[in-house]
């Protein structure tokens, strides 16, 4: 019999999830379909809700729907009850449950593809929007020396850290939020873009000098070379795009 999934967003034909999915697929022997979902902006629950009303058994979650995905389903495992977002709902037994294998994925890639070390840097996270929920906690896992998410809007970064610090108790070794103006005579080992800048061709406002010797620059977009990239690689980081990350989430 085949299984039907999707992967739901707006936009979400750029998604290259189809074609990762049909590889594992062929790779693990299952007869699957696998589409792209192009929700209304206002009609996320609904598109979901009649995909697996129709024999659906899987929805991965893109932009912008992650957070509305999470209120969607009846149980939260591994890792998005503290992402508060969802990116993979599996249906089971009437059930719609919602995981989040964002922060698992961008974890890997960085570690096992790109050899890079987590435990012990200096890590600064860009953004404090779903995509940085995703990933602050499994980053935190790894032992992180200092987390510090910087936002352009502050009070998103300060609330985003300080429902991280009541969730995470004893993992939290340095957890801060700061203005991109704090930053300036400050390195990092690791910089990570996960605001969505990028796609507009944009730049978050990062001082000079901002890169520790043989940092890494990581954008979670992928597949373009962005602001954020070109600025890193002119700065001597080794620059990186999400594409690795997608795959290991996927
Ligand atoms: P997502 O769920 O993909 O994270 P989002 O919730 O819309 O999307 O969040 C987008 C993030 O990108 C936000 O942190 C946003 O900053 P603000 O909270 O200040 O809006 C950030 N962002 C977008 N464009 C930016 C830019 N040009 N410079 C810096 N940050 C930017």
Do not use: C
Not at 97 to 110: E, K, Q
Not at 194 to 200: K, R, V
């Amino acid at each position: 019999m085949t299984d039907h999934y999707a992967v739901i967003g707006n936009p979400v034909d750029h998604s290259k999830s189809p074609q990762i999915h049909a590889a594992f697929a062929r790779q693990t022997g299952q007869d699957i379909t696998y589409d792209r979902l192009s929700a209304p902006l206002d009609a996320f629950t609904s598109t979901a809700q009649r995909f697996f009303s129709e024999g659906g058994q899987g929805l991965n979650i893109t932009v912008p729907f992650k957070h509305e995905a999470w209120d969607l389903v009846n149980l939260h495992r591994g890792d998005a009850l503290d992402a508060q977002a969802v990116n993979t709902i599996k249906s089971e037994n009437g059930k719609l449950i919602g995981y989040n294998t964002d922060g698992i994925g961008l974890v890997a890639d960085i570690k096992k593809n790109l050899r890079f070390e987590i435990a012990g840097k200096r890590v600064l996270l860009m953004g404090a929007g779903g995509a940085t929920y995703g990933v602050v906690f499994p980053l935190l896992r790894e032992n992180t020396k200092a987390l510090v998410v910087v936002n352009r809007t502050l009070e998103k970064a300060q609330s985003l850290v300080q429902s991280i610090k009541k969730r995470a108790g004893a993992i939290v070794t340095s957890l801060d939020a700061a203005p991109y103006a704090d930053l300036a005579g400050s390195t990092f080992d690791i910089v990570i873009n996960a605001t969505s800048a990028g796609l507009n061709g944009e730049m978050p406002s990062l001082p000079q000098g901002i890169f520790a010797r043989d940092a890494l620059a990581y954008d979670m977009v992928y597949g373009r070379n962005t602001p954020f990239l070109a600025f890193a690689r002119e700065h001597g980081a080794h620059a990186v795009d999400g594409l690795g990350m997608l795959v290991e989430q996927a």
